[in-house]
């Protein structure tokens, strides 16, 4: 199985059943702190691959939330330099598999990626704090 970088805001439930997915789909992790990362614009970049910028963002973060930051207003250039500032704005998990990228817990994307057991529920990297129905 595959080696993971996964970079997650600590103590985020998402990322919590992100990784239980992982780990039991026998993948092996190296857990690592979204917000204190040393990140650039450069190293950050390649996550997002061709993704329009408005998928780059958390689309929980407050400062998203409460319209001070319009993903859709933003230039590629200026979301970099407003994520490294401030990496609450990244989408969460990023991923790393040797020189693999990826942004986000799309399920079908990850399985097709690096293979993942099914599930009864899909696991997503929408906050569980947000899902209809819950309080």
Same mark, same amino acid.
């Given at each position: 199985m595959a080696r993971i970088t996964f970079f997650e805001k600590p103590?985020?439930?998402?990322?919590?059943r992100q990784r239980a997915l992982l780990a039991a789909?026998?993948?092996?992790?190296?857990?690592?702190d979204i917000l204190h990362e040393p990140w650039t614009v450069e190293r950050l970049r390649?996550?997002?691959g061709d993704r329009p910028v408005r998928?780059?963002?958390?689309?929980?973060? +407050? &400062?998203?939330?409460?319209?001070?930051?319009?993903?859709?207003?933003?230039?590629a250039e200026e979301a970099l330099g407003l994520m490294v500032r401030d990496p609450l704005l990244?989408?969460?998990?990023?991923?790393?598999?040797?020189?693999?990228r990826m942004a986000g817990f799309e399920q079908e994307k990850v399985e097709a990626?690096?293979?993942?057991?099914?599930?009864n529920r899909p696991v997503t990297?929408?906050? +569980? &704090?947000?899902?209809p129905g819950r309080r």
């Open positions: 103590g985020c439930i998402g990322n919590a789909s026998g993948h092996d992790l190296d857990t690592r390649p996550f997002f998928d780059w963002f958390n689309q929980s973060a +407050p &400062r998203v939330k409460s319209g001070e930051v319009q993903p859709d207003a933003l230039t990244i989408r969460r998990p990023l991923m790393q598999v040797g020189c693999e990626w690096i293979g993942l057991r099914p599930t990297d929408d906050c +569980p &704090r947000f899902e």
